[in-house]
């Protein structure tokens, strides 16, 4: 590594000219600066500032899930960077609790001087939202219609062809695909997990149908709860019924790569799925915490301007408590501990399999 010969100040190296300087309130052009709008600004600059450093880390990971391969060292790095991201996250929804110590009336004083700038123009966030997987025909209505009409011309069709290019959840559903599906000669897992689901089905009805401390009615209800769940079990590991439920939305992920997904999980003590599980796990935690903040984002929303409407346009806290849920990317893999089984239920892997899945120095 080379020594740098031209020194460095500290101001000059992190641009603190122009970052400090980069606070225009609106209200100055129209009457007294109010005191709040300075913490407004300053609050989603930061944002927009993690914002990128996301993008950065988001882009890293991608590309290492291009290839036809990902190797462990990849994988490694992908889950490393997946966590800086979760702890960033966090920062951007505790940096909600600094907003909220504005008051309602305090907003009010500069509030109408935004429109109709609003969240809505964040390009950083909606590459954000793209990159991960929440593409336009997985939005909720309302955002189909109002994800690019308020977008400068430039910025829309960047975005757009930015849809045309493989998302993480794309790229992580080819990835699982890839995964053999723990078929060896005589041992074939899932027919051993077929076996074991209807046993604990057949159990939990038992249990419901004995439970005499509930009345008819919350039998019936329970049973018919039930009814849902051997569904989502046969449908699981029947092509043609999973195809049906797909085009539901109740799932995403396509089959191979759910039943991939399901088999790391239940068995992600293994060292070769160790790895897997974490980088899953992450992408779990990462869309939790964009609900977490879509939820606090919504409360503060309602908190501020009551029932008003969005300086966007939208219909403020409405819209945004719909999105909450809807815009969800990793639902399956919050879903999967549907399909789980107990590890005391779990067939034992052959010997060869354990061998293939560990890390053994001589033969077993």
Not at 172 to 182: F, G, I, Q, T
Not at 311 to 339: A, P, Q
Not at 345 to 355: A, G, Q
């Amino acid at each position: 590594m080379k020594k740098n010969t031209t020194p460095v100040y500290y101001g000059d190296y992190l641009g603190l000219d122009k970052i400090l300087s980069a606070q225009k309130l609106q209200s100055a052009k129209y009457a007294s600066p109010a005191h709040d709008e300075v913490l407004f600004i300053i609050v989603h600059q930061v944002y927009e500032l993690w914002f990128k450093q996301i993008l950065h880390e988001l882009a890293s990971i991608i590309e290492a899930f291009e290839g036809e391969q990902v190797s462990d060292e990849a994988l490694s790095t992908c889950v490393h960077r997946l966590n800086r991201i979760i702890k960033i996250q966090k920062i951007l929804n505790d940096q909600i609790s600094v907003m909220e110590t504005m008051t309602p009336q305090e907003f009010l004083s500069f509030r109408d001087y935004l429109v109709p700038a609003s969240g809505f123009q964040s390009i950083q966030f909606k590459m954000l939202e793209i990159k991960l997987g929440l593409k336009s025909k997985y939005r909720i209505d309302f955002d189909k219609q109002s994800f690019y009409q308020r977008l400068e011309e430039e910025d829309r069709s960047f975005l757009q062809d930015l849809e045309t290019k493989p998302s993480l959840f794309e790229l992580v559903e080819s990835w699982l695909e890839r995964m053999p599906l723990m078929e060896f000669e005589d041992f074939n897992f899932w027919q051993h997990y077929k076996d074991a689901t209807q046993t604990m089905l057949k159990s939990d009805r038992e249990i419901i149908e004995d439970n005499d401390t509930l009345s008819d009615t919350e039998k019936r209800k329970e049973l018919k709860e039930l009814e849902n769940t051997e569904a989502a079990f046969a449908a699981l590991l029947d092509k043609d019924k999973y195809s049906l439920v797909m085009e539901s939305g109740d799932f995403r992920l396509n089959q191979r790569a759910l039943l991939a997904a399901l088999f790391i999980h239940q068995y992600s003590e293994e060292p070769v799925f160790n790895l897997p599980f974490q980088f899953l796990t992450c992408l779990t935690e990462i869309d939790e915490n964009m609900t977490i903040w879509r939820y606090r984002h919504a409360m503060m929303v309602q908190r501020m301007l009551g029932t008003k409407i969005g300086t966007g346009g939208s219909s403020g806290h409405e819209y945004l408590k719909k999105t909450t849920e809807s815009n969800r990317i990793f639902k399956d893999f919050f879903n999967m501990s549907t399909f789980l089984l107990a590890k005391d239920c779990l067939p034992s892997l052959p010997v060869n399999v354990k061998k293939m899945l560990g890390f053994s120095l001589s033969s077993i």
